[in-house]
């Protein structure tokens, strides 16, 4: 994150983002070698942001995500929700994509008390 401005106690929409991106490849090599896979079905995202203008960005404007403490001290009319839906897609295959490893599961030996 780059703090370009001074006093704000959230980080880039961008970066929050890239978060999840982060924990999602961390919980994938934490599956390798086990025999349970989950499929990454879609996955919500909802957060207050806060809008500033910045001449130094080509777009002019960015979006910081804020805690609830730093919402309810400011004006509301100085943020707004934002929800969106990723649905995660593996570069290489353009598939679904999956935590865990590469060989199939076996739960035959589920309950099993021998």
Do not use: C, Y
């Amino acid at each position: 994150m780059s703090d370009n401005f001074t006093g704000i106690d959230g980080i880039e929409l961008a970066d929050a983002v890239q978060a999840v991106r982060d924990e999602l490849l961390a919980a994938a090599a934490r599956g390798t070698g086990r025999d349970l896979r989950f499929e990454v079905g879609d996955i919500n995202l909802e957060f207050t942001v806060e809008l500033r203008r910045d001449a130094r960005v080509k777009s002019g404007v960015r979006a910081w995500v804020i805690s609830a403490d730093a919402d309810a001290g400011r004006s509301t009319a100085s943020t707004h929700r934002v929800s969106f839906t990723l649905r995660p897609k593996d570069a290489r295959t353009n598939g679904g994509w999956e935590v865990g490893n590469d060989t199939p599961a076996d739960t035959s030996a589920f309950g099993r008390t021998e």
